[in-house]
């Protein structure tokens, strides 16, 4: 989490600093997918490790943001061209019965 440009702990409110960065794999429009670099930054105070995700993925999903919010909000649906066989009903119906962690 990032408070005034400052990395801040959000278990203790410690300061964070830089650890490594791992790869992380997202699933894009049309089912092709992209590997981008995500850092984990340590807390100092608690040890604690975090992931510093950018705004174009959420944290524990493997399809990106941009996707997701089109299907919350209805514009994607099973029938929308390019995403016919992408992502599968099931998981779309899950996104919008929790839509309230996906919009603000």
Not at 40 to 69: D, N, T, V
Request: hydrophobic share 35%.
């Amino acid at each position: 989490m990032i408070i005034n440009n400052e990395s801040v702990c959000p278990n203790c409110g410690g300061r964070l600093k830089y650890y490594d960065k791992v790869q992380r794999i997202v699933r894009t429009k049309g089912g092709a997918t992209k590997t981008i670099n995500v850092r984990r930054m340590r807390c100092l105070a608690c040890g604690a490790l975090h992931r510093e995700l950018p705004s174009s993925i959420f944290p524990y999903k493997h399809y990106e943001a941009e996707l997701i919010i089109g299907v919350v909000e209805g514009l994607i649906t099973s029938d929308t061209l390019g995403y016919e066989d992408h992502p599968c009903g099931m998981t779309m119906a899950n996104w919008i019965s929790h839509k309230s962690q996906f919009l603000l």
